[in-house]
């Protein structure tokens, strides 16, 4: 079992940065590909990143490519997402989950989920 706890969403500036942390718990955070999905009101939830389970390998959803960072610190066992160049077609609320499956890029992929934290850009 797994309990994943994110933060550092708030409102920003189109344009300005944020960085999301997600802390988990238990002692198998290395053995586990880690994920952030986003869900914007209305749609549905989509990918953003993940990362393998020894942070060498990632992917990115094409329109965050070279503006957002997935990195992850096995000893602090926490996944971060630093947000760069941000957009206002960025907001939504972003969940990080956990899971096995390497390149999975749809929700049904993962074991588990956070509780969500928002962010918001502002044009």
């Known amino acids: 079992q797994v309990q994943l706890v994110e933060s550092g969403g708030g409102l920003v500036q189109a344009g300005g940065s944020l960085r999301l942390s997600c802390a988990a718990s238990?002692?198998?955070?290395?053995?586990?590909?880690m994920a952030w999905f986003r869900q914007a009101p209305g749609k549905e939830r989509e990918f953003v990143s993940a990362i393998n389970q020894s942070g060498g390998s990632t992917s990115y959803k094409d329109s965050v490519n070279r503006r957002f960072y997935i990195s992850r610190d096995n000893a602090k066992n926490t996944v971060y997402l630093q947000m760069n160049s941000l957009k206002a077609e960025d907001t939504a609320v972003y969940y990080c989950?956990?899971?096995?499956?390497?390149?999975?890029?749809?929700?049904?992929?993962?074991?588990?989920w956070g509780q969500g934290t928002q962010v918001t850009v502002s044009s």
């Open positions: 989950a956990a899971g096995s499956i390497w390149r999975g890029t749809t929700p049904e992929k993962y074991d588990y």
């Open positions: 238990g002692r198998t955070f290395s053995s586990y590909v």
